[in-house]
């Protein structure tokens, strides 16, 4: 069994049983317990789990689906690559639809201050970063704020959002995996980066790594759907191949 799939069924048991003990999992996957507090780290690293004396808890467990705020804290290194290589991918001059996000944000950070584009987002941060630029078309799409995310959600953002064509969407995603796809804890949520997938030319993944082999409640797109997929280089090449083998590309920054 190599890491990624010992991790995933770690992670697998701990969602199940509610937390995990070190001594239990060594003997049930026939490894050394250092083997096992070597795993839990790297899923810790993740986000996966929480490490308790003797073992480790889900993170759903700590808190059901991680704010804005507290995500924005997070990897900030990694998220910040990834979203200076998914800025290579945005037409000037171009129509970008912007999900809400840590690493959509930091794509909103890094876009240069004379950037011409039109930029249609769900996402309050984004908006109020964007606001005010001379050579930028804002449209900010409505409808009811999850406290979460600080994103626009429900009827009439999937409304706006059907009467739209863009050429390029960038989301984020909660889960990411070959099997299920595109996943998100909320309904709302996914029915809104759904209808965001259906309006763009080309879909944009921007995620990090720590999402891939991960699976919510709510599916909101397939692979097939997705044009690109921006992540970092501590993503397993056979997770990567898996994606690709589902019919997307990916790309490590």
């Not at 480790?56 to 804005?68: Q, V």
Request: hydrophobic share 45%; glycine share 8%; with cysteine.
């Amino acid at each position: 069994m190599y890491a990624t799939e010992r991790q995933q069924r770690i992670l697998e048991i701990a969602r199940t049983d509610g937390r995990v003990e070190v001594a239990s999992l060594a003997e049930a996957l026939e490894v050394t317990t250092e083997t096992i507090r070597r795993d839990l780290t790297a899923l810790e690293h993740k986000g996966a789990v929480r490490r308790v004396h003797g073992g480790a808890i889900p993170a759903e467990r700590l808190e059901l689906e991680p704010t804005l705020a507290s995500r924005s804290t997070q990897r900030t290194d990694v998220k910040r690559r990834i979203a200076a290589r998914v800025l290579d991918e945005i037409p000037a001059g171009g129509t970008v639809l912007l999900d809400s996000g840590s690493t959509t944000q930091a794509l909103v950070d890094l876009l240069p201050a004379d950037a011409t584009l039109t930029v249609v987002t769900n996402s309050i941060p984004a908006a109020a970063a964007l606001a005010g630029r001379p050579n930028l078309t804002l449209l900010m799409l409505g409808g009811s704020v999850r406290g979460a995310t600080a994103a626009a959600v429900g009827d009439w953002t999937t409304q706006a959002l059907a009467g739209l064509v863009v050429d390029v969407a960038v989301l984020g995603t909660n889960g990411l995996s070959a099997a299920r796809g595109l996943t998100t804890p909320d309904q709302a949520e996914a029915h809104a980066k759904a209808a965001m997938a259906k309006a763009a030319r080309r879909v944009i993944v921007a995620t990090d790594s720590s999402k891939a082999g991960d699976d919510h409640l709510h599916r909101f797109a397939s692979l097939e759907q997705v044009d690109l997929i921006v992540t970092d280089g501590d993503l397993a090449e056979d997770i990567a191949e898996e994606l690709r083998e589902a019919g997307t590309e990916v790309v490590c920054a």
